[in-house]
C-alpha cells in the first residue's frame, strides 16, 4: 500500500519542506522586507544620515546572523562610501573587535561570526586552525607544567633508598617512568628493591612494575613530553635513591665483612671459612697482607691449647697460608679473565 510520500509523488506535488526550514527562511526574510519597506519611507534622507539611521534600526547584529548575504548586500548599497568604504569599515571593526582579545577569545569569536561573515573577509577564517592550534598548545603546556610540578612533589614523598643495586639505575628508572606514563606513580612503593605498584594478588600486596604488561591511555605525542620533561625529575629522584640504597648497602657489607672476621678468630670457626674472610676484609686495605699475617698468627694462637705439638701448629698455620694464598690468586684470576 503507497504511503503519502508517494500518492504526493503521483499527482505530481513537490514534496514538502520541512516545516522547521519554511519558518527559517521566513524569519530571514522577514528582515529584508523591513529593510525595503523602510527605505521606501526614508527615501529621502541624505546618504550618512540614511545609513547610520539604517544602522540602528534595521541592520542590527540579527538582521547579520539571520540572513548574511542579503544584510551584506543591502549595507554595501547603502553605505555612504560606497561598496569598497563598507567592506573597509567592516574589516576595520573586525580588527577593532579582534584587537587585544586572547588567543582563546579571537577563536571564539571568529567561530561564532564564520557562518554571517562576508566572502571578501573569509581570509580572516584561516586564522582559525592557527589560533585553535596555538590554544591547543597553551592548554598542552599549562597541563604539561602542572603535571610536572605534581610528579615533582610525588617523587620527593616517594622513599628510593632501599633499591635493589644489583640492577642498574636504568631499570628502576623505566620502572618508575611507566607509572608516570600510566598515571600511577603516587601509588609506588619499593618492595624487595623494586619499584612496585599495589597488587592484591601478591603475597605481600605489591608487585614489581617490570612484571606488569605496559599500559597507558595517553596519546604518543604525551608520552614525549614525559620523556622530555617529567624523565629528568625522575632520573634525579631515582640517583639520590640509588646512592643511598649503595651507601646503605656498603655498609651492611661492611658489618657482615667485620662479624665475618671477628667469628675467624673464635676457636669454633670451621678453618674453611676463615680464608674468605679474612681476604674479605684485609683486601680493603693498603696493607692488607701484613693484616692477614697479623691475623692468622691470632688465630692460630688462639687455637693453641687444640695442638698435641708445635709442628702440628706450624702444619696448621701453613696449611691457613697456603688456602689464603690461593684463594687470592684464584680471585685475582678470576677478575682478569673477567676483562
Known amino acids: 500500500m503507497a504511503n503519502y510520500e508517494d500518492l504526493r509523488n503521483m499527482a505530481g506535488l513537490l514534496p514538502e519542506a520541512n516545516p522547521s526550514t519554511q519558518a527559517d527562511d521566513l524569519y530571514s526574510q522577514s528582515f529584508v522586507s523591513k529593510s525595503q519597506e523602510w527605505e521606501a519611507r526614508n527615501h529621502m534622507l541624505e546618504p550618512h544620515e540614511k545609513f547610520s539611521l539604517w544602522e540602528r534600526n534595521v541592520g542590527t547584529q540579527e538582521f547579520e546572523a539571520a540572513n548574511p548575504s542579503e544584510y551584506h548586500e543591502i549595507r ?24 587585544g582579545r586572547s588567543l582563546e577569545e579571537q577563536e571564539t569569536l571568529l567561530k561564532n561570526r564564520a557562518r554571517q561573515l562576508p566572502t571578501y573577509a573569509w581570509e580572516y577564517l584561516d586564522r582559525v586552525p592557527v589560533l585553535q592550534q596555538a590554544v591547543d598548545s597553551k592548554h598542552v603546556n599549562r597541563a604539561l607544567r602542572s603535571s610536572v610540578d605534581v610528579h615533582t612533589k610525588i617523587f620527593a614523598g616517594l622513599d628510593f633508598s632501599d633499591l635493589d643495586t644489583d640492577v642498574s639505575h636504568h631499570s628502576h628508572l623505566d620502572d618508575l617512568m611507566l607509572t608516570v606514563d600510566m598515571g600511577t606513580a603516587d601509588r609506588v612503593k619499593v618492595v624487595n628493591g623494586r619499584i612496585s605498584l599495589p597488587d592484591s594478588t601478591q603475597p605481600e600486596g605489591y608487585a614489581p612494575v617490570f612484571s606488569m604488561p605496559p599500559s597507558s591511555n595517553l596519546g604518543i605525542e604525551q608520552l614525549k613530553m614525559n620523556r622530555v620533561y617529567i624523565r629528568p625529575q625522575a632520573k634525579k629522584s631515582i640517583l639520590n635513591g640509588y646512592e643511598m640504597s649503595l651507601m646503605r648497602r656498603r655498609k651492611q657489607e661492611k658489618q657482615t665483612l667485620d662479624i665475618d672476621y671477628n667469628r675467624a678468630a673464635d676457636p669454633s670457626t670451621p678453618k674453611e671459612f ?13 696493607d692488607g697482607g701484613a693484616l692477614t699475617l697479623n691475623m692468622i698468627g691470632s688465630i692460630i694462637k688462639s687455637r693453641g691449647d687444640q695442638y698435641q705439638s708445635y709442628k702440628e701448629l706450624l702444619g696448621d698455620y701453613k696449611e691457613l697460608l697456603i688456602d689464603v694464598f690461593d684463594k687470592t690468586h684464584r680471585r685475582i684470576s678470576d677478575v682478569s679473565d673477567g676483562q
Do not use: T
Open 76 to 99: 554595501e548599497r547603502l553605505h555612504p562610501l560606497g561598496k569598497e568604504g563598507a567592506r573597509k569599515e567592516y574589516l576595520d571593526n573586525l580588527d577593532k573587535v579582534l584587537q
Open 274 to 286: 676463615i680464608a674468605n674472610a679474612l681476604i674479605d676484609r684485609d683486601s680493603q686495605f693498603p
